[in-house]
């Protein structure tokens, strides 16, 4: 016999009980539907908090504390920048270095409370992602950027709705820096350097932190260097050796000294080659350190949930593999004449076991594909009505974009194999059976 006429033998038996044939599948098809919505929510839940996390630069960013050296630990260097944007999946180099000397900071005469200044390197910082409250990224010479708690003194906080106007009210001011340098005395003496603040920094993420900084590039350090002659502007502090009573400088890097870097970060393209450039680095010496490390545990907790509620959805299509099983011995019993007929005119016993397994085969295929359906539409349902209902009843905002449920081709797929597994399976004994119906008894009707 034929595939083609199998099929249409199939397909004439299951029409002559549409209402059985339309329970078993209709148990089956809330079998599937019932696994794949609850998978989804694993699903939905990872998308949902750890890849909205992935593309931000807490996830993509690689710290880079030092470099190994046989005396210890070398500082990061103009080279190893280079070396660093040479590397494949790279989005950007960052990093951020203290000016070492209070630069007494101040906008029409009036010194400006604040807690350091520091260099960045702008054009890096716009590709890493770096997020301003207000006004612009510095483009031009001796433009300046502050921090969104910049001018505050304290007593500002008593006034939520006014935090971060101080710092805003500052755009297009000119800051006066005070870099101090040693005079030809060998006395302290300020000279005036002028800057523009061009943009306010975002608010920090934790509340009782206080970003009071300035933020300014390269040509700006430059000025402070030139006008300091030592590297980030250090001013040198003078010490007395006891034994020799000479006064003498301390700690203090010349302009002949290579200038070294204090914090930075690699920022990766995707958070997926992370730990590939951590391993790079680490070859070559590099200390590094990213969160995405701790992302790996993070997803396995997430890989363990969608596994257990996979198996929990499985049962409920275990349970419809018993309406299965019912419906194809009760087949086998009606068509025991027809087996027979089979049987009588030449039939081999695995054609008649193929027939019987394709009939629980298309059973458990409809009733997948009608599930896949029903599981999608609860799954727009369940994200469309369940942020409202919590934002009313709990009074709890759900972000935009967060997703309680959410069905990838892979979970589809994983779903409709194991119903169309156990429709197999439970088609199995009643397609044995089949093939040991006896011709005269089944002709006589005796089965």
Not at 123 to 142: F, S, W
Not at 303 to 323: D, Q, R
Not at 396 to 425: D, E, R
């Amino acid at each position: 016999m034929k595939t083609k006429d199998q099929l249409r033998f199939v397909q004439q038996n299951m029409k002559k009980n549409k209402t059985r044939l339309f329970m078993t599948v209709l148990a089956t098809a809330m079998g599937c539907a019932f696994l794949i919505v609850l998978a989804s929510v694993g699903f939905g839940l990872q998308q949902s908090i750890v890849d909205r996390i992935v593309g931000d630069r807490l996830v993509t960013a690689i710290d880079i504390y030092g470099k190994q050296a046989d005396n210890g630990t070398d500082q990061i260097t103009d080279q190893d920048i280079t070396y660093f944007r040479t590397l494949d999946h790279v989005k950007a180099v960052t990093y951020r270095n203290a000016i070492m000397q209070h630069l007494h900071p101040a906008i029409d005469g009036n010194e400006v409370p604040f807690e350091g200044a520091f260099v960045l390197d702008f054009a890096a910082e716009e590709k890493a992602g770096y997020k301003l409250e207000a006004g612009r990224l510095p483009t031009g010479p001796n433009e300046a950027v502050i921090g969104f708690n910049f001018g505050e003194t304290g007593d500002e906080s008593e006034s939520p709705t006014a935090a971060g106007s101080f710092a805003q009210s500052y755009i297009g001011a000119t800051l006066t820096l005070h870099v101090s340098r040693a005079g030809d005395d060998g006395k302290e003496e300020q000279v005036p350097l002028e800057v523009a603040i061009v943009g306010v920094t975002g608010e920090l993420s934790r509340e009782w932190q206080k970003d009071k900084k300035i933020y300014f590039g390269e040509d700006v350090l430059v000025q402070i260097e030139a006008i300091s002659q030592s590297r980030f502007g250090q001013f040198p502090i003078e010490t007395s050796d006891e034994e020799s009573g000479v006064q003498q400088a301390e700690g203090v890097l010349g302009l002949s000294n290579e200038r070294d870097y204090q914090s930075v970060q690699i920022i990766a393209t995707s958070a997926k080659y992370v730990k590939e450039l951590g391993e790079q680095l680490r070859e070559r010496g590099y200390y590094n350190h990213s969160i995405a490390n701790e992302l790996e545990q993070v997803n396995l907790v997430f890989l363990i949930m969608k596994i257990g509620l996979v198996f929990v959805g499985t049962i409920a299509i275990l349970i419809a593999s018993i309406g299965i099983f019912n419906t194809m011995t009760m087949a086998v019993t009606e068509r025991a004449q027809d087996i027979g007929i089979m049987k009588a005119i030449g039939a081999h016993p695995s054609t008649i076991r193929r027939i019987f397994l394709l009939e629980s085969s298309l059973i458990g295929l409809l009733g997948a594909l009608i599930g896949t359906i029903i599981a999608y539409v609860l799954s727009i349902v369940v994200n469309a009505v369940l942020p409202p209902m919590i934002q009313m009843f709990m009074e709890q905002q759900v972000p935009v974009g967060f997703k309680f449920s959410h069905i990838p081709l892979s979970l589809t797929a994983i779903a409709c194999v194991i119903s169309l597994g156990v429709a197999i399976l439970s088609g199995a004994r009643p397609a044995r059976r089949a093939t040991r119906v006896e011709v005269l008894r089944a002709l006589r009707r005796d089965v």
